[in-house]
């Protein structure tokens, strides 16, 4: 009986996981090489009407999110002038070795020389393969290929690996702008060659403020929308009560 | 008179149904290329009264309501733009096509993604064929042309959940394939809420009958047969 009920509280959730997803996206709107999340929607299974339906008529049972993965379109590229920042144009990541000896991808180019002169993100995380600019060089005479080579006052000093997944959409944030390949992303190869770097910029979050917003109004109308559905199915619970006074 | 309670119930129990399917368009009312439903109730069982003394015919009398049917609406709805390179819309009539575990399955929910082969999957991680019954491979600039998503007319196409669809086959569809959109969900909310509401009141308005029913068999049992207080 108002199976409606259920249904409407599936679409509720579905909203709410919706919103989380954008709220994070909002939040990250001026974070580094961020990249907004695809949550979409499904419908649940059809089943067959209870009494009094003719054979054959079906009632859905709600609705559910759906993680599309990340979003992989490019940011904007932010010029800093900092030798040490480098943005990524094309699909593709730098490959990295955070502190706990995990490896991992990043899109962040904002790189640091850490005490021992290697080349790091700024959350510590190694370059790999690591690159070491040799002491007293000024941070002004690093320079950064297209293609990654890295020399340091004139001097090749190593060069930066672009590598990617087949699928960057299934690739699993690990926070930190950093993410980690699944078994749905596939295993890590060279990017394409298409792929540049830029020195002396920072690829922007692709969070589009406008379209984030819409969304975020499209989830609280819907939440909005549903919840009268329960609200309703609640009323007719009432009323069938009120036939035995 | 007791024919009246349950054809009143069934009446009821019918719009309960209704709001079933209310409730699931509802939450689907974001659920890209989402078709909405609309249910149909008839009478069913009818008997010819006849008077029991003189033998003369009153009428045909319904014996309760059923629902008789839950139609989907088709019709393709407006396409918005998304942006996203793996996120397709079909303008015009016709569903993808798309390999599940059950067989081939029709969708018209466009929101893919790659999976660990580089193929062009379904949220649900199902390939998308192409032309020609094939898988489609994502592109190293992580496109597809849309052109080479497969296009097909269903015939008596009916849903089977997951935004998926079963039918039968009819070859090449008009619709045109659009990347970086998505299909409108085909709830409209205005309609639901008012829907809901006569539902509702329709419920409401079966519970009367049953009250005022029951209110005459109460007199029937108490007052008729009452020995006069005077």
Do not use: C
């Not at chain 1, 490896?103 to 393969?129: E, K």
């Amino acid at each position: 009986m108002l199976e409606g009920l259920n249904s409407a509280a599936s679409g509720m959730a579905a909203q709410q996981q919706r919103l989380d997803s954008v709220a994070n996206d909002l939040a990250n709107a001026n974070t580094t090489g961020y990249k907004h999340g695809r949550v979409g929607f499904r419908d649940l299974m059809y089943e067959q009407a209870g009494r009094p339906a003719a054979d054959g008529v079906r009632t859905g049972h709600g609705a559910a999110a759906v993680d599309a993965g990340k979003s992989f379109g490019q940011g904007v590229l932010q010029r800093t002038d900092r030798p040490l920042d480098v943005a990524i144009q094309g699909e593709g990541f730098l490959r990295i070795k955070l502190q706990g000896g995990r490896d991992a991808l990043t899109r962040d180019g904002n790189l640091q020389i850490d005490g021992l002169g290697r080349l790091a993100t700024n959350t510590g995380a190694l370059v790999q393969p690591q690159i070491t600019i040799p002491k007293g060089t000024p941070e002004a005479e690093v320079a950064m290929g297209g293609d990654g080579t890295v020399t340091a006052a004139g001097r090749r000093v190593g060069k930066l690996a672009l590598v990617t997944v087949r699928s960057p959409q299934a690739l699993t944030p690990i926070g930190d702008n950093a993410f980690q390949p699944s078994a749905a992303s596939g295993a890590v190869g060279p990017a394409p060659r298409a792929t540049k770097l830029t020195q002396g910029a920072l690829e922007a979050s692709n969070v589009d403020m406008a379209s984030a917003m819409v969304a975020m109004i499209e989830s609280q109308r819907a939440f909005e929308l549903v919840s009268k559905a329960i609200h309703t199915a609640d009323q007719m619970w009432e009323i069938a009560n009120g036939v035995k006074r | 008179m007791e024919r009246g309670l349950y054809i009143a119930a069934s009446g009821m129990l019918a719009e309960q149904v209704r709001q079933d399917q209310i409730a699931n368009d509802l939450a689907n009312a974001a659920t890209p290329g989402y078709k909405a439903d609309r249910t149909s109730q008839a009478g069913f069982g009818e008997l010819l009264l006849a008077n029991s003394a003189t033998g003369a015919t009153v009428g045909p009398q319904g014996t309760a309501v059923q629902v008789s049917a839950v139609e989907t609406d088709f019709t393709p709805k407006p396409a918005k733009d998304t942006g996203e390179p793996l996120d397709f819309a079909i303008v015009g009539e016709g569903f993808f096509a798309v390999q599940t575990a059950n067989g081939t399955r029709y969708t018209r929910n466009g929101q893919f993604t790659a999976d660990a082969q580089g193929r062009l999957v379904t949220a649900q991680g199902n390939p998308v064929l192409g032309r020609g019954g094939r898988a489609l491979t994502v592109g190293a600039d992580g496109r597809v042309d849309p052109r080479n998503l497969e296009v097909v007319a269903l015939r008596n196409p009916r849903k089977d959940g997951d935004s998926l669809v079963t039918g039968t086959p009819g070859g090449t569809a008009a619709g045109q394939v659009r990347a970086g959109a998505l299909e409108a969900s085909g709830a409209d909310a205005a309609r639901s809420m008012v829907d809901m509401i006569a539902s509702m009141r329709a419920f409401e308005a079966g519970q009367k009958v049953i009250q005022t029913i029951d209110e005459t068999l109460g007199k029937a049992a108490t007052q008729v047969g009452a020995v006069s207080g005077g």
